[in-house]
């Protein structure tokens, strides 16, 4: 059974930066398109990063240039730099693994709070 677990949410002031961490386990990570999404409260939940198996990256407008996704295949071990943070990047920030076959599982999700 496949898990993932987020980590390294927080408060944050303006300007800020915070790196988050999702951990998988239960699955062949390298083959894995990994990614990042977020909710805030009120919207839907919405794209912000997505990692291919061969580390392909692709961006939300609204983040680009300020957060970087990574991977770590040793590690399972997806990450979220962000950096410049704004008070709009307060979210719910979750997870999302999708197998070779389509299969998708998400993470619990993690706060991220940013105070202007």
């Known amino acids: 059974q496949v898990q993932l677990v987020e980590s390294g949410g927080g408060w944050v002031q303006a300007g800020g930066s915070l790196t988050l961490s999702c951990a998988a386990s239960?699955?062949?990570?390298?083959?894995?398109?990994m990614g990042w999404y977020r909710q805030a409260p009120g919207k839907q939940r919405a794209l912000v990063a997505t990692?291919?198996?061969?580390?392909?990256?692709d961006y939300s407008d609204s983040v680009k240039g300020r957060f970087t996704i990574s991977r770590d295949n040793a590690k399972r071990t997806v990450y979220l730099q962000m950096n410049s943070l704004k008070p709009e990047d307060t979210a719910v920030y979750y997870c999302?693994?999708?197998?070779?076959?389509?299969?998708?599982?998400w993470g619990p999700g993690t706060q991220v709070t940013v105070s202007s």
């Open positions: 999302k693994s999708v197998r070779p076959l389509g299969l998708v599982n």
């Open positions: 990692i291919s198996a061969g580390g392909s990256t």
């Open positions: 239960g699955t062949i990570f390298n083959f894995n398109v």
